[in-house]
């Protein structure tokens, strides 16, 4: 068993997007935690959003900022009443500044179980090359 | 006690409880028989968050657990309590993967929580759609409030 598997998980507070500025509709903002990994062909996002359907969730690229937001429907029906409330629903909303080594047309977004998987290609310049020297 | 201090306690050491106190006492005896948690930690630090609703006739607990589905969690029901456990897992992306952020956690959970009344534990239902769990546990007939007609004399 290594390290990772063995380790209880913790519970961790939904981080709120405080900035006033940023907000111009009612409701609370939340940041999604995310993983980002690089490897030789390209850059994977991934970002926990739970709640959000692959209909709500925006992909906005313009100007090599990519910004994710993700609409979250009140899961409680009318009729509940609260007897414990550890967590908030809200949106999700989260940017990020793209380098242009991204080859942006072929940008790939695939939602599943509340986790947002965003794989960035490479352009094709951008991959790295084994230069051979030649010997004289 | 054998140890007598010489600077002993002062007369007014011992204070009865006041209003606060009483309160105080009253609001973690409310959490710890909801959450199970320690005395003074209400609901803190327990995996996953819960949020618990009802209306007349069922008990609603809720818990965001992204990329996990039904089949991965592990669901018990008892006469008043909802045990939740499982394993969120991520998955290792090769071994040339360099990470720049590495936010989500991975990890065991188990969570015990304590209804404020009976359930049928007969019919409990489970659903987890778009990362978010939802069991709704319908209240026990004696569980549920009852109308009560008062009669004209």
Known sequence: ?136 | MAIIRGFGLPAWGWRVPTDLDRMRKEMDRLFDGLTGATPGMPGAGVFPLTNVTEDSDNYYVRAELPGMKADELDISVTGESLSISGERKILAEGEDAKYHRRERNAGKFSRMLTLPGHINTQKVEASCTDGVLTVVLPKAEAAKPKQITVKAG
């Open chain 1, 1 to 136: 068993m290594t390290e990772a598997e063995a380790k209880a998980l913790e519970a961790r507070e939904k981080r709120e997007v405080a900035s006033a500025a940023e907000q111009t509709r009612p409701g609370l903002t939340f940041k999604p935690a995310v993983d980002i990994f690089e490897t030789q062909t390209g850059i994977t996002l991934l970002a926990d959003m739970p709640g959000v359907k692959a209909g709500d969730l925006n992909i906005d690229l313009r100007e090599d900022v990519i910004t994710l937001s993700g609409e979250v429907e009140r899961p409680e029906t009318a009729g509940e009443t609260e007897i414990l409330k550890e967590y908030r629903t809200g949106r999700y909303v989260r940017q990020f500044s793209l380098s242009d080594t991204i080859d942006q047309a072929k940008i790939e977004a695939e939602l599943q179980d509340g986790v947002l998987r965003l794989v960035l290609p490479k352009a094709e310049k951008a991959v790295p090359r084994k230069i051979a020297v030649k010997a004289k």
